[in-house]
């Protein structure tokens, strides 16, 4: 119980120690309240300002002023980021930033109220983010604005980016420059430039609804309540189809050939039609009619331009000609104005819904888009040519070749050192280890210096907490793909933790394993190993015990409250060890736990690997199931010689491995064929040498081959 007392007390030490932006609590009325800036920090990117109007326009802006009465102008506006962009982060949720922009359309200040990324977190300090914003300070809202180097001559602007946070940095330039770019638009800052308007090949035929869905004319677009945050009812939240009217066949087929025509006589040349049916929960036409006859649920967007509606937009749909389809209990022709917009180019639905944080119970606006383009056959020489971005976890990927390709060797490597394990303690000895030992200093060497400190690629509970996050809410793979080192590195792990057990990771390729091994060995070459001991066998039994209970206690408060959970885990003294820059760079306490770690690792191997590691007691679990296992002999349960050398303390009284606690050192393979060593085959050597009988080789089942007599 005193144990318990002090892991809880421990544990919420660590979560007390953060006073920054990660989660951190915001007023309810920050999203909804017209006074925008009674709940934000406005005058913090809007300098010189002083006093502010309320929330206004489509997406919402407030204007910043200096001076009162006759004397009062505009100096700039201000924007929140979830106002006008639903783009999440590393961790699945968005970045929400206050930016302020001048008249110009020169971004004035960026602040960041709120994120829920752990590496920002627990690996890299907050003055790291801040330094990363200030760099938008001074650029024009319309500008190509990317993170790394733009090469010469391009009309790009590169960002230094934050090493180790490469997708957060990703996505909060979008969020910022996208957010910019829309109020500038909207204020007649930026002009967009029209596309060539679409020309519709000439048909005249009907389609049936099947026939429309299947090639594409007309999209669904489903969102459960699940993904809201809500509980579901059986029933998704909305379930609509839309599609564009303007084209000839799709326009006949919904309309009917009389209600086409006269719907494209009311259109001016600039002017589209598009048509929304839709059953679920929800209303895709939202509080339109309350809030100023806008419909506050829906939006066209195509690139950087999106497009909402109005009351006059609104026209209604009697029904649907085509044959096929489906009983709806809402429906609605909207008309899109303007000539920015282009129907030979994709675009998308975006269907706006409150969304709540299942950890805060917070409530914000996601976005939820279907893309939508014509078929190819409909338009005159077919789709233009569109140039699409690649998406952000695929730019990580092709911003890294070499190094994934020597960590993908790295592992290959290491898996193929130990698949060759029975060659390799067959070569050694109890007094010769050099052919186990030396792979494993290089493995280990290069883990800490290469995936340790250089790729900052530990993995960590907070990994493990993510993935079942996921799956119990939503998967989401470009969530894991965004760290290319880390996917690769759990898809080995997954591999291998079946085919061998853990120990092949937590004992050869985890960082901070390798440094906390590599440091128990120098320590005991420089002199100390005389004071070097295990724990003695009743102790350890109780005391491994421990990291379980961690594990466990972590899984559960993340499930209550994510964030409380991730600051728990700095537990892990791996973020300390290689994501800040050197453990100096933390508070005191984060200091004193890690030194007394490391100092107490001198005097006892691995003392966090066998009884604090809550991913080790996570990988530990399904390393039950695993394939291979460790070689033994009838005499092992009575001989004791493999569990003096076991440096895990796996090995039991009665000769059982415990898989779960082995991490592979190979110590009692190396004894198992040694001749000299191992009191099974010691005896045999002896008996034979003094009868003048051969020594054969020694057998994969550990023993010499039997001499037989040859006829």
Not at 214 to 224: A, P
Not at 394 to 406: S, T
Request: proline content about 6%; charged content about 20%.
């Amino acid at each position: 119980m005193k144990q318990l007392r002090f892991l809880l007390l421990a544990l919420l030490w660590s979560a007390l120690c953060y006073g920054s932006s990660y989660d951190a609590p915001l007023p309810a009325q920050l999203f909804t309240d017209p006074d925008l800036c009674a709940y934000a920090p406005c005058r913090e990117v809007m300098p010189g300002a002083d006093g502010f109007s309320v929330r206004k326009g489509r997406p919402s802006y407030v204007e910043a002023y200096r001076g009162s009465g006759a004397q009062r102008q505009v100096i700039g506006y201000v924007f929140l980021s979830t106002d006008i962009v639903d783009i999440p982060a590393y961790s699945g949720k968005p970045v929400i930033t206050l930016i302020g922009m001048y008249p110009q359309g020169i971004i004035s200040g960026v602040r960041i109220l709120k994120h829920s990324e752990p590496i920002l977190l627990v690996g890299i300090p907050e003055r790291e983010l801040d330094k990363f914003i200030a760099q938008y300070v001074g650029k024009f809202a319309g500008a190509k604005v990317e993170i790394g180097k733009s090469s010469a001559g391009d009309d790009r602007i590169g960002l230094n980016a934050i090493s180790g946070a490469t997708v957060t940095v990703i996505a909060e330039n979008q969020v910022v420059m996208r957010s910019a770019y829309a109020i500038a638009k909207q204020l007649g800052i930026v002009k967009s430039v029209p596309k060539p308007a679409a020309r519709f090949t000439a048909q005249s035929a009907s389609l049936d609804w099947k026939t429309l869905v299947d090639e594409g004319s007309v999209q669904h677009l489903i969102v459960q309540p699940e993904e809201l945050g809500i509980t579901g009812s059986g029933q998704p939240y909305i379930d609509l189809y839309f599609g564009y009217l303007n084209a000839p066949l799709v326009g006949r087929s919904i309309l009917g050939e009389p209600g086409w025509k006269r719907l494209m006589g009311e259109l001016k040349a600039d002017e589209h039609a598009i048509f929304i049916v839709a059953n679920g929960t929800a209303s895709f036409k939202g509080s339109g009619f309350v809030r100023g006859g806008i419909y506050d649920r829906i939006q066209v967007a195509q690139d950087l331009d999106s497009h909402t509606f109005r009351d006059t937009d609104y026209q209604n749909l009697y029904g649907i000609a085509a044959a096929g389809a489906p009983s709806y209990k809402e429906s609605a022709i909207f008309i899109l104005r303007g000539g920015n917009f282009s129907a030979a180019y994709p675009w998308s639905l975006v269907f706006l819904a409150n969304k709540v944080d299942r950890d805060t119970g917070s409530k914000t606006f996601a976005n939820f888009e279907r893309e939508y383009w014509l078929p190819e056959r409909y338009l005159e020489g077919g789709r233009p040519t569109v140039l699409r971005p690649d998406p952000t976890w695929l730019r990580v990927w092709q911003g890294k070749p070499l190094v994934i390709a020597l960590f993908v060797l790295l592992l290959a490597a290491t898996a193929g050192l130990y698949a060759m394990r029975d060659r390799l303690v067959r070569m050694a000895s109890r007094k010769d280890k050099r052919w186990v030992s030396i792979p494993k200093y290089f493995v280990w060497t290069i883990s800490i210096g290469f995936v340790g400190f250089f790729a900052l690629a530990q993995p960590s509970i907070t990994h493990v907490m993510t993935w079942m996050h996921s799956l119990v809410y939503q998967w989401r793979w470009e969530l894991f793909l965004s760290d290319p080192l880390i996917f690769i590195f759990w898809l080995f792990i997954a591999a291998t933790i079946f085919i061998w057990g853990r120990g092949l990771f937590c004992g050869w390729l985890c960082p901070y394993g390798s440094l906390s091994e590599l440091s128990f060995k120098i320590a005991g070459a420089l002199g100390l190993k005389r004071f070097q001991f295990h724990l003695p066998m009743p102790w350890h039994n109780r005391l491994r015990w421990l990291k379980y209970g961690i594990f466990a206690l972590l899984v559960g408060v993340s499930f209550y409250d994510i964030g409380l959970a991730e600051k728990m885990a700095e537990v892990e003294p791996f973020k300390s060890t290689f994501l800040v820059g050197g453990v100096w760079n933390r508070a005191w306490p984060f200091v004193a736990y890690w030194v007394a770690l490391f100092v107490l690792g001198l005097f006892v191997e691995r003392p966090f690997c066998k009884y604090l590691c809550p991913l080790g007691a996570g990988l530990a679990i399904p390393t039950t199931f695993r394939f291979i296992k460790l070689k033994r002999k009838d005499e092992c349960t009575t001989c004791h010689a493999c569990q003096k050398g076991c440096g895990s303390l796996a090995i039991a009284d009665d000769g059982r491995i415990d898989q779960r606690e082995c991490l592979l050192c190979l110590e009692c393979q190396i004894l198992y064929y040694d001749a000299h060593t191992c009191p099974p085959l010691s005896q045999e050597r002896r008996r034979r040498t003094k009868s003048g009988l051969e020594l054969t080789p020694i057998g994969d089942d550990g023993y010499y081959i039997p001499i037989k007599a040859v006829p």
